[in-house]
């Protein structure tokens, strides 16, 4: 080994370089101290050469080889450009490399490469910005992270209304925007052709730069947020909440990424979302963003801010809206039940405390569609009672004109869960009300072997007791006829007889009234009755048929009457 190689640098403990000590002191203070104290006192010498060991070096090995390039080449040997200078820039701030030793040492010739950046192309700075990620913590200590996101901000002013990027949300979406992409206006006017509503993808002549931003990583993105004043709570604009949720989006599918870095990002969006729910998103829109947000470590006030701006609107929700999956442990159900239990929640609360004409039918609403999601979530083995049970009973009785969904649901989970105990099967109905079953969906359920016989006899005395009651305005005759013209009040065979599954004892009739008691009696006997008379009367057209067929001419008035 040649002796020119007089001194060896251990950086990190892991890589080795040999290089001379006179050259490289030439250009870098920081190695200039370390051989001075070495050579006083006379330590860490091996066979005449110095070791210096050298940790947390920015750039790693790749940046000391370009920094000895720069040495051995007495100040030249290596171009510097977009994709070097961060890496090149830190590293003579560290080894200390200023003008100070030489005239157009590294560091001048760096920063006078950084002061032209704003002539630089709008790839070309986000490509600078991007390789800071590799030394971002002393790229940001030194000031560079700060100087590049300047950079890009002044792009972004150059090409965009900025009174838009930094207006609240309902100054933002009112305002037209104007301005284009400075070099992919373009390729913009083909993706927003394609763009779908439920995407946060560029949309608007101030979001063309949300692509190319989305390349960055997560402290560099939360740097730029925090110079323009929106981080966390402080977010009131609309455009960097789209951005963040753009951004956002093409990161949950990457499993590498540590979620918890994109927790403060999560957040700002979250706070954005609730700060122009009710003028920029759609209820459809906001369950978007608490599926994509909730795998980033949101906090409990920005899941609960969520949850209370999804509850006030929760009637605009569709069916696949409440199918979220609980994305954990599949003992507890594979849809999130509880969410769904405090989304109602909250609309209930918002409801009663509004007193407006549409509360009922929004109520109501949010009845059908509470009915059509549990007959959804009902064959789930693993959806236990108490949850059915939590999601029917958070609506109030108001809520449901007729209980005629709310049994469907109910027949969908015992014919899911056959090995329910009767005691389940019991506790289950208990959310019904059964003076608000049809008359056709009572006899379904008098007929249900799965169904307990005491929830039965209990069904047909309340659908009894509701027929008896005569409406006390003319309103309410006209309602009840049409209720009565559009279903089935005639039967073959009383109800009661056609329980399948169980014998009627003294026990079950007891709890009827004397005069329901005698109302089915005669209903029967008033068919027996008719169907006597009606063999009757087939017997007497057969003898008379058969006396005309021997010759005799009497009339039938002369025969003795049968019946």
Known sequence: MSLLCDLQINLDQ????????????????????????????????????????????????????????????????????????????????????????????????????????????????????????????????????????????????????????????????????????????????????RSTPRSFSCKTSNEWWFDDMSSLGPKIIEKLIKNLGAFDQDNESLVLTRFLLHYLKTKVHNKSNNRIEYSGLANTAVQGVIFAAKTAFSCRKIFWVLRVLS?????????????????????????????????????????????????????????????????????????????????????????????????????????????????????????????????????????????????EICKQLAKNPKIPPNIAVQALKSQQLSNEALPHSREDKIKLNKTRNSRKYVEEKPILVRLKGFEMSDKLVDGFEDDIRVNLERRHWNRVMDHSEKVCKEKKSEVVSRLVRHGHTHSSSNFPRLC
């Open 295 to 439: 795998g980033f470590s949101i906090s409990k006030e920005s899941r609960s801010g969520l949850e209370r701006v999804i509850g006030e609107m929760l009637d605009q929700a569709k069916l696949d809206d409440l199918l979220i999956p609980t994305g954990g442990k599949r003992d507890k159900g594979f849809y999130d039940v509880d969410l769904v239990v405090r989304l109602v929640k909250v609309f209930v609360r918002n409801c009663s405390s509004r007193e407006e004409e549409d509360e009922g039918l929004r109520i109501r609403r949010m009845g059908k569609l509470i009915d059509e999601y549990l007959r959804e979530i009902s064959p789930d083995q693993n959806l236990k009672v108490s949850k059915f049970l939590e999601v029917a009973e958070s609506l109030p009785d108001s809520a449901r004109d007729w209980f005629d969904g709310l049994f469907r649901a109910i027949d969908i989970y015992l014919e899911s869960h056959p090995n329910l105990s009767s005691e389940d099967r019991t506790k289950l109905c208990r959310c019904l009300n059964y003076k608000k079953l049809t008359l």
């Open 14 to 193: 892991e890589f080795t370089f040999f290089v001379n000590q006179d050259l490289m002191s030439e250009y870098s203070g920081f190695l200039r101290k370390l051989i001075k104290q070495s050579n006083k006192k006379k330590k860490n010498h091996t066979n005449g050469r110095i070791i210096i060991q050298v940790q947390d070096f920015p750039g790693g090995p790749e940046g000391f080889d370009l920094v000895s390039r720069f040495c051995y080449s007495n100040g030249g040997g290596i171009s510097i450009d977009v994709s070097n200078v961060s890496v090149l820039y830190c590293s003579s701030l560290f080894l200390e490399m200023t003008e100070i030793l030489c005239s157009s040492n590294l560091s001048l010739q760096t920063e006078k490469f950084l002061e032209g950046m704003f002539y630089w192309s709008w790839k070309d700075i986000v490509s600078c910005l991007k390789s800071c990620e590799q030394v971002f913590t002393h790229a940001d200590s030194y000031g560079l992270v700060d100087k590049l996101v300047f950079g890009v901000l002044a792009k972004i002013a150059q090409n965009s209304d900025m009174s838009q990027v930094f207006a609240s949300s309902s100054t933002s979406s009112s305002a037209s925007a104007s301005s284009m992409s400075p070099e992919t206006a373009k390729n913009r006017s083909d993706s927003d052709k």
